[in-house]
T-cell receptor
Framework: RKEVEQDPGPFNVPEGATVAFNCTYS??????FFWYRQDCRKEPKLLMS???SGNEDGRFTAQLNRASQYISLLIRDSKLSDSATYLC????????????FGGGTRVLVKP | EPEVTQTPSHQVTQMGQEVILRCVPI?????FYWYRQILGQKVEFLVS????????KSEIFDDQFSVERPDGSNFTLKIRSTKLEDSAMYFC????????????FGPGTRLTVT
């Protein structure tokens, strides 16, 4: 089983719509969770951390479900500029901040 | 805003040749990382480096790879004898201290082995 699994997509989203997708992780001892954004052939950039209580940053909402070992990302009022690949990232416990990436979920926002 | 820089942006080399990929982390950062991403695949951890030594390395980071911080600013990844399967984007990242969770990535070096 892969350490971090994501639906590769693409999710085709009309501008202004809401899109949500999940990521599952296999290591129950994982301690830190993040969503990164990656544009084509560019470096990953931190979008937001994911906290146990769930957290929101503008139009983006992240949730963590430790019992089922998944995290989710919801994007409201999608903008054309939200088109990117969203990477689920996990830091296993005592991993020295080594990031474990999922394969990414591609989102395409269309007018 | 400080940023991680990497050179070259694109390196083409022949199989069996040695390459050195260079990174300049953010100046007050203490922990450094190399990741790679084969085209169409996920980003994979290669190695972490702190206090002038390797903290952790992945299975990918075999004897053909080495890292070095030759001076106070550069952080290099050397691939001794490149293989076709080494073709990938190589990203350098850094963090200021061990409690930091946001890794700052450089723009990457695209390595093409022919």
């Amino acid at each position: 089983r892969k350490e971090v699994e994501q639906d590769p997509g693409p999710f085709n989203v009309p501008e202004g719509a809401t899109v949500a997708f999940n990521c599952t992780y296999s290591n129950s001892a994982s301690q830190s969770f993040f969503w990164y954004r990656q544009d084509c052939r560019k470096e990953p950039k931190l979008l937001m951390s994911v906290y146990s209580s769930g957290n929101e940053d503008g139009r983006f909402t992240a949730q963590l479900n430790r019992a089922s070992q998944y995290i989710s990302l919801l994007i409201r009022d999608s903008k054309l500029s939200d088109s990117a690949t969203y990477l689920c990232v996990v830091i296993p416990r005592a991993a020295g901040n080594k990031l474990t990436f999922g394969g990414g979920t591609r989102v395409l926002v269309k007018p | 805003e400080p940023e991680v820089t990497q050179t070259p942006s694109h390196q083409v080399t022949q199989m069996g040749q040695e390459v050195i990929l260079r990174c300049v982390p953010i100046s007050n950062h203490l922990y450094f990382y190399w990741y790679r991403q084969i085209l169409g695949q996920k980003v994979e951890f290669l190695v972490s480096f702190y206090n002038n030594e390797i903290s952790e390395k992945s299975e990918i980071f075999d004897d053909q790879f080495s890292v070095e911080r030759p001076d106070g600013s550069n952080f290099t990844l050397k691939i001794r004898s490149t293989k076709l399967e080494d073709s990938a984007m190589y990203f350098c990242a850094s963090i200021p201290h061990g409690d930091s969770y946001e890794q700052y990535f450089g723009p990457g070096t695209r390595l093409t082995v022919t």
